[in-house]
């Protein structure tokens, strides 16, 4: 069968796999870091893709913003001070604020043109921008971090791209020694950590240089996420200090939190690990 243009798509080499959508595209620019692209498609509503790999849909970017945000948030004792490095597209900031504990939450995006079009074609994922515990940094999160005061932040959310390009340094031990030094004593990260399906290799690297830069503990969470490679996705914690990942899961306050996937059920599941993830994990 071939696709004619009215197909996305994104061809995995090294999976032999690929993952469609059917529209059109309605905008394409090249900024100083990537390539943009928006979409108009017939399903998922409106497609940002980044470099050719999708970043986020209409239809499906609940499951990953409130995923990469709720688990580590209700995870943590007390989070304050937020800092989400990318995540220019603004959905993590949107979940991210809705925790009455922020106070502050520093998105740190390289590329400022991403934030732009999301306010244009996601406007619904912008609708906390002007929260005044918001502020909205264009820069290079891997150095935003190196400058960072020491143990200022309780919460980092890595929210990047996959690990080639101006994200590659956000995937190495040298970039989780400046994370550890500008947290807090009990601080954490989550990162997006790909797929258990077809990164468990990466997955086990960035668990191993989390724990030799100094992390106490690492974890694993999953969730599907149609438009990724796969299907399925997940996120990595590291906590600062051992034993430190507790869960806060009072129904109300998750009920207040307005979500169409994250609930305390789903948040149990999310970090019971399937046996294989679970044997690769204690071998990283
Ligand atoms: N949910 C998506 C995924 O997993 O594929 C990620 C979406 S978000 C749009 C990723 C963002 O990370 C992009 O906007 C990109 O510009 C940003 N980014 C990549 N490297 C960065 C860096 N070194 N500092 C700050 N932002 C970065």
Known sequence: MTLDRSWFTEPMESTGTAFSLKGEKVHEEQTPYQKIEIWKTESFGW????????????????????????????????????????GGDCGTLREVLKHPQVKSATQVEIDERVTRLSEQYFPELCDRNDDPRATLFFGDGIQWMKDAAPGSIDMIVIDSTDPVGPAEGLFGKRFYLDCIKALKPDGMLVQQ???????LSLIQEMHAAMREAGFAETHLLHFPQVIYPSGWWSG?????????????????????????????????GAFALPTYVRQALARA
């Open 236 to 268: 990595s914690i590291a906590c600062k200090k051992a034993g430190a990942l507790a869960s806060r899961l009072d129904e109300q306050a998750i009920a207040a939190l307005d979500c169409k996937y994250y609930n305390a059920d789903t948040h149990r």
């Open 47 to 86: 497609l940002m893709t980044i470099d050719g790999c999708t970043m986020v849909s209409t239809r499906d970017n609940f499951l990953y913003h409130e995923m990469m945000s709720h688990p580590a948030l209700n995870s943590h004792p007390d989070p304050q001070t937020v800092v989400i490095v990318g």
């Open 193 to 199: 950590s790909e797929s258990p399906l077809l990164h």
